[in-house]
């Protein structure tokens, strides 16, 4: 059938990763990278408007959506730790060029990959996802004072709200100015997720895990202008969490980048600007 998305689970590292999967396989191949607290669900309604002429693959990182989620006890959980099970899963398929959608948590995976692999990569379409220290503003600043005192469990236990069910609504609704277009499926069916047993622990470690990623930025930084790989920029300026402070400096080092801000959208911008975000992906694609 045309445009039919197909559900697969893959063992990798004794992990179960689920992947959607859509388009024919030796057309171009694009990998969408999702964000916290999310999963492959936030691409449900992009999959179908790309894979007409693209190999299109979205996995579900581990701890997310229905991908493996062992205790943080049993595995350590990365983002060095998920650009190698993304990189595993890409050469089970056989996927050795490709486009990748990098947004929020799927940005330091992403970039990991793109600047160990550059010959691999065909272009960056990034969405709301960071590698500036432009872009970690006041929201980051508890989350900073556990990467300073990892030891300390008041600082552990002040980030456990980013777990709730009002947070996780606030990440899809803040910045946007027509809440009634944002699905209530979207941060209902995510919290089903974080409120599983243990998982909330999973999110506390990779809140901390997420201050290796600034120190790499200067590494990722380097890849952009050495590479030069073309690149498409799309952003919610409303997002608090990465706002657009953190996308104007991409420009510095990609002076070539499409770059696109949408007045109305928040840090889930598929959710309200779907239709622009996908024409201007498919010309990026297609045109350069």
């Keep these: 059938m045309k445009n039919e998305i197909k559900y697969h689970n893959v063992q990798i590292e004794d992990l179960n990763i689920f992947y959607r999967e859509a388009g024919p396989t030796e057309a171009p191949a694009i990998l969408l990278l999702h964000g916290f607290p999310t999963s492959s669900h936030m691409f449900r309604n992009l999959i179908p408007l790309l894979s007409d002429n693209y190999h299109v693959i979205a996995p579900d990182l581990p701890g997310f959506g229905f991908s493996s989620a062992p205790s ?46 550059p010959e691999r990569i065909k272009g960056l379409i990034i969405q709301n996802g960071n590698a500036y220290d432009e872009g970690l503003a006041d929201f980051w600043n508890p989350i900073k004072e556990y990467w300073n005192d990892p030891a300390n469990e008041e600082k552990r236990e002040a980030l456990r709200w980013l777990t709730s069910f009002d947070a996780t609504k606030w990440q899809y609704t803040h910045g946007v100015k027509r809440v009634e277009s944002v699905s209530p499926d979207t941060y209902t069916l995510d919290q089903t997720f974080l409120d599983r047993p243990g998982n909330q622990e999973i999110q506390l470690d990779l809140f901390l895990n997420y201050g290796t990623n600034p120190p790499l ?56 600007h779907l239709d622009q975000i996908a024409e201007l992906m498919l010309d990026f694609m297609e045109n350069g």
Aim: avoid cysteine; proline fraction near 7%.
């Design 72 to 117: 943080h006890d049993q595995y350590k959980y990365s983002f060095e730790g998920f650009s190698i099970v993304v990189e595993k899963l890409l050469e089970r398929l056989n996927i050795n060029d490709y486009y990748v959608y990098l947004m929020d948590y799927g940005a330091p995976t992403g970039f990991r990959i793109a600047a160990r692999n």
């Design 217 to 272: 930025y200067p590494q990722w930084q380097e890849y952009f202008r050495k590479e030069q790989p073309p690149t498409l920029i799309v952003w919610g300026q409303g997002d608090e969490i990465f706002p657009a402070s953190g996308a104007h400096p991409y420009l510095r080092d990609l002076p070539n980048a499409k770059f696109h801000l949408f007045e109305d959208g928040g840090h889930f911008a598929l959710e309200t």
